[in-house]
């Protein structure tokens, strides 16, 4: 684009040059004209003996410039680019692909299906201890009975203990009439928890007691510490319902 502009600007100067000859020129002289000597005015000399090339001629002029300009977006768009040029570019952009291709992981780092599954159970064991630990009333879950449920003489008790918190500790169970009055009590000792255990530990308790008629009871379950014997904490105070055993109806 740049060249064409400046072949215009040449060719400009070229038109403007040829008029002022034009005009500044002689009037009396002998002009080539298509190749012919023709005299315009009165020339004062004999007809030239050479031949008759008007190189100043304004058709020239422009007929020259035209086929210039003709050539010249031609010649722009033919134009390839250097081979080397393209591979300079090729280069490059490997280059750059490489540079933000991810980092091989050292295998050393790397951790299989199986590592994880390992790791994954740990890490919510973590968790949980923590939790637990910061929250000692929940280190126990009452399965079974649930709230006002209906209890029949035997009844089989489900639930379970958070070890790390029961270790060196005694969980009492008694069931007790809507008065009071005691039916039944039980003493779950941390011994018979298997040595080296962690996490929950189930136990099961078979609740066996005698009423006549249907009446409210309250099942309480209580923590008691080995080393300070008088220290006792509730842990869960469970309303149910009690009913005759089946012999007895």
Same mark, same amino acid.
């Given at each position: ?135 000692? =009333?929940?280190? #126990? ?8 449920? %209906? *209890?029949?003489?035997?009844?089989? $008790? !489900? ?46 308790? =078979?609740?066996? #007691? ?8 309250? %099942? *309480?379950?209580?923590?008691?510490? $080995? !080393? ?22």
């Amino acid at each position: 684009m740049e060249k064409s502009k400046v072949w215009l600007i040449i060719g400009l100067i070229m038109i403007v040059s040829a008029l002022v000859l034009r005009i500044t020129s002689p009037r009396d002289r002998w002009v080539c004209d298509n190749g012919q000597w023709r005299a315009q005015g009165s020339p004062r000399t004999a007809q030239p003996t050479r031949a008759c090339v008007d190189n100043l001629s304004i058709d020239t002029e422009l007929q020259a410039l035209s086929d210039i300009l003709k050539d010249e977006p031609l010649s722009n768009s033919m134009e390839l680019p250097d081979n080397k040029l393209v591979a300079e570019e090729s280069n490059l952009a490997e280059k750059f692909v490489d540079s933000n291709e991810p980092k091989s992981i050292d295998n050393s780092l790397q951790l299989n299906q199986e590592n994880i599954s390992e790791i994954v159970p740990e890490i919510n064991v973590g968790i949980e201890e923590s939790f637990l630990d910061s929250n000692p =009333e929940s280190s #126990f879950q009452l399965i079974s009975p649930q709230p006002d449920e %209906l *209890l029949r003489s035997p009844y089989l $008790i !489900s639930g379970r203990v958070w070890v790390p918190y029961f270790y060196k500790s005694v969980l009492l169970i008694t069931l007790q009439t809507e008065s009071g009055e005691p039916l039944f009590s039980y003493s779950l000792d941390s011994s018979v928890i298997p040595s080296g255990s962690k996490g929950w530990f189930n136990f099961q308790v =078979e609740l066996t #007691f005698d009423t006549d008629a249907n009446d409210k009871g309250l %099942l *309480l379950f209580n923590k008691k510490s $080995i !080393s300070q014997k008088s220290k006792i904490e509730l842990l869960l105070s469970r309303p149910v319902y009690l009913a005759p055993s089946q012999k007895d109806v």
